[in-house]
């Protein structure tokens, strides 16, 4: 096959590209450039954009021996990342931006074009396995629990899943390092990147300041008495302890977390841990990896964070949404975020979060 190698410049990426060209794939290699202005973004290995990446990407594909090229990808990121990200955010939600980049960056945008060039599939680093079936493409968990992706990529429909190859599914992350050096990458012992790339120094709350203003506002309590002031409710997550900074402390002397985010009044509601219990979710625009499930319950798992644990639960469709009911009650669940659904080590499925209850 003709496939693109999306090259972030990492380790797990070069490696990648070097297998595909080993199972006797026709590979060329792409780095995507997210901004028109790297040092926008970020400068240093904390993120996956940064001018040091494309050079780190550049001499892998020499290493292995294929073609590069850099892509453009700089408005598509803004539109559909940064300025996402900063609407999620001002609705008083948290959004999670390396899923909306998988699912419209590296497997929506990138696919296409690679598709329009008559290429027939794109190959990364993500740590997920696909199995053949029947119907097509299933997406599973990679053996390497510490590692799993398949989170971060259970945005992707079953047409996009058809068109990737995942070629460290099967692999531990130390085994990878250990080829790398083996192969002569110089990325072999580069450190894995973190935090979000657009955002400098990881400073969310700063960066969100910046380009949705720091008015002030009160946070008060389930009984809407006022007990302190924040600098701008959106850069509040629910579960949130830390840096509330509040005037007028409980009786007791326990803690206040953040329960909810009210933009539009701008006010943050406080209360107590075990106001944070949900025992029930739901999530809109659903986005399926395989068959599309019905209003049956169906026992299974849904996970909430990219490295979380999967939670049992019973999940069903309601109309649009997607509910997930938990066998035991979780605290700080946050909307904006994806839940994702498992049988077994199989996605099913994908939503945001847009509802909770206890």
Sequence with gaps: MKVIAAMSGGVDSAVAAARAVEAGHEVIGVHLALSSNP????????GCCTIEDSHDARRAADVIGIPFYIWDMAEEFHEEVVENFLAEYAAGRTPNPCLRCNEKIKFAA???????????????GHYAITRENPTGKTLHRAIDESKDQSY???????????????????????DVRKEAKAR?????????SHDICFVPSGDNAGWLRERLGSESGPIVDQEGV?????????????????GLGLSV????GSPRFVLKVEP?????????REDLAVSKMFGENPVWCG????????????????HGQPLACTYRMDGELLIAELDEPILGLATGQAMAIYDGDRVVGSATICETQS
Aim: glycine share 8%; aromatic share 6%.
């Design 39 to 46: 040092q926008k973004y970020r400068s240093g290995a904390r």
């Design 110 to 124: 990138v696919l296409d074009r690679a598709r329009a060039m008559n290429f027939d599939a794109v190959v990364t």
């Design 152 to 174: 971060v990529l259970s945005v992707l429909t079953v047409e996009q899943i058809q068109g990737a190859i995942f070629p460290l599914g099967d692999t531990r992350k130390v």
């Design 184 to 192: 002569g990458l110089y990325v072999a012992n580069k450190p894995d």
């Design 226 to 242: 006022e007990v302190g002031q924040h600098r701008g409710a959106y850069t509040y997550t629910i579960g949130q302890r830390r």
């Design 249 to 252: 402390p409980t009786i007791d």
């Design 264 to 272: 539009e009044s701008n006010t943050v509601v406080v209360g107590s």
């Design 291 to 306: 068959s599309a499930i019905d209003e049956t319950p169906t026992r299974g798992f849904v996970q909430i964070r990219a």
